[in-house]
Structures are given as structure tokens and as C-alpha cells.
């Protein structure tokens, strides 16, 4: 975003007093910057531990569901494998934990009358290859006969709307490394000054704001990243 003075300076080049990148960190260094001005190499990126990513599920109903409420947690498989399966052997899940949204329990304005509005989440590893329709439909057919035989109500027959998104599609649409969706792991060695710094060292007025900085993944965080890299500009910029 630069700010101040801005004066074009050549058909692809914009002139700038600070430059603060809020795209994807890893993005910004190795897609956008030469060679020479990244601060972190691949090897760096690679030894990253990520959160998870997730493949997701909006979907409209014609009808409303009895008894489900708006956060709905399915921990009716085994947590330990679905843990490893996202951290350790970096897998498609075999029978994954998910979680339901039904905001239209809570809120009439998010679907019209009579209707329900949904999304399902399932936690996935960051990096997954076979991204594909075939195989988004299957963990869709799965996750939806737990959800029918925990609610006891056929909702198969009533969808009237849906679309899917996972990992091709966070690196596709916001350039995201890996295909994460909630940023780094909140591991100690990833904490603090520990994780990717706010200000570039090789380009004195370009710095970095988002989930893959200080303070870390979610949008509390992300906005306080915000607020600490405008005061650091401020700060350089005088
Ligand atoms: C399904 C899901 C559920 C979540 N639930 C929660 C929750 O309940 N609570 C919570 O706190 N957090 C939640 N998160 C995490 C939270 O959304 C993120 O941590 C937060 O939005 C990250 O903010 P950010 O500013 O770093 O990135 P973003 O919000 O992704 O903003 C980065 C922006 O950069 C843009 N961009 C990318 N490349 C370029 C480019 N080349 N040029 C220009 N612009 C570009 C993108 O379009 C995007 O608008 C959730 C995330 C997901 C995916």
C-alpha cells in the first residue's frame, strides 16, 4: 500500500515512500520481490509447520433443520489419526472431524424463510495434492451421512445450493502458501520474533502485515498486526 507521494514512474512501477505487503508473506518474498531483497530462503519456508487448511462446504437447504444449533462440532471420529493425518503424514483424511455453521439458526437475515444456510468444515493438511472434484464429493457424501444419522433428518434431498473450496483454490485465489488457511502453527519456535519479521532488512521501507507475522494467525491478530506495522511506517516514514 504506498502511501504518501505516489507518482508513477513507469508503465509497472509505482514510486513509494512505504510499501506494506497484507498479501501472503511467502507470496510477497519469493513471487514479488528479486532474488536479492528476500530475507528468507526456501529452505526457511519449507521448515515452516503450518496451521491447517480445510476444505469447506457452503451449501442452502429449502428447508429448516430441527434441533441443530449454530456451532455444531463433529467429534465422533478419532481425533488422535485426524491430528496425525494433518501434521505428521500430511494425508487426506480417513474419517475426518468436522464442524457445522448454521448461522441461519441464529440469524433470519442469512437465508430467506423457510430455508437454511450451512457451511461444513473439515480440518485438512496444508500442501495436499488431488484437490479434485471426485474426491471433494466423496468427503461431502461422508461427512453428510454422519451429519443425517446424528440429526436423524434427510438433508441430501433438500440441498439447493452448493459450492466447495479447499486447499487449489486459498493458493489459486489469495496466493496462499500451501494452501493454508489459518497461517503459521502456534508453536514455540514460531512465536514472537520467531516468526517472519514485520519490516523487510533489505528494503528499509517495505513491511509486512497479516496472519504469517507478528502477532499470528486470526483476525484479532491480523488486525493488531495491522495497527503495530501503520505505527512502524509512521515511525519511519517521520
Ligand atoms: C474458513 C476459515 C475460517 C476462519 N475462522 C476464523 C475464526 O473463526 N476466527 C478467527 O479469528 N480467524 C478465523 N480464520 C482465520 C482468519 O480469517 C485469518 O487469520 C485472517 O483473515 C488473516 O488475515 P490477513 O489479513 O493476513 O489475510 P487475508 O484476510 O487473507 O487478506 C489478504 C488479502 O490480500 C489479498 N491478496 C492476495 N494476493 C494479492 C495480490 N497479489 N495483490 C493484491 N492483493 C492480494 C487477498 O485477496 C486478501 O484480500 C478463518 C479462516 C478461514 C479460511
Request: charged share 20%.
Amino acid at each position: 500500500m504506498p502511501i504518501a507521494h505516489r507518482s508513477a514512474i513507469g508503465t509497472n512501477s509505482l514510486k513509494a515512500d512505504v510499501v506494506i505487503g497484507a498479501a501472503d508473506y511467502h507470496f510477497i518474498e519469493t513471487k514479488l520481490l528479486p532474488q536479492n531483497c528476500r530475507r528468507y530462503s526456501d529452505k526457511y519456508w519449507e521448515k515452516r509447520i503450518m496451521a491447517p487448511s480445510c476444505l469447506l462446504y457452503y451449501v442452502g437447504l429449502d428447508k429448516k433443520l430441527e434441533g441443530v444449533l449454530h456451532h455444531s462440532l463433529f467429534f465422533d471420529s478419532d481425533f488422535e489419526i485426524h491430528g496425525k493425518e494433518i501434521y505428521t503424514s500430511k494425508q487426506w483424511p480417513v474419517d475426518p472431524l468436522f464442524y457445522v455453521c448454521t448461522p441461519s439458526v441464529t440469524d433470519e437475515t442469512v437465508a430467506p424463510a423457510g430455508q437454511e444456510n450451512m457451511f461444513f468444515l473439515i480440518p485438512v493438511a496444508t500442501g495436499l495434492q488431488g484437490d479434485t472434484e471426485e474426491l471433494r464429493e466423496r468427503y461431502f457424501e461422508k461427512i453428510l451421512d454422519r451429519f443425517e444419522k446424528y440429526t436423524g433428518q434427510n438433508i441430501k434431498g433438500s440441498i439447493i445450493y452448493k459450492r466447495s473450496y479447499s486447499v487449489s483454490d486459498f493458493i489459486h485465489d489469495y496466493n496462499s502458501f500451501k494452501g493454508n488457511a489459518y497461517g503459521l502453527a502456534n508453536t514455540l519456535m514460531q512465536t514472537a520474533n520467531l516468526k517472519p519479521a514485520c519490516r523487510s532488512i533489505k528494503i528499509k521501507n517495505l513491511f509486512y502485515t497479516g496472519q504469517l507475522t507478528v502477532p499470528g494467525p486470526g483476525v484479532p491478530p491480523s488486525l493488531i498486526s495491522g495497527e503495530v506495522v501503520a505505527k512502524e511506517a509512521t515511525k519511519y516514514y517521520g
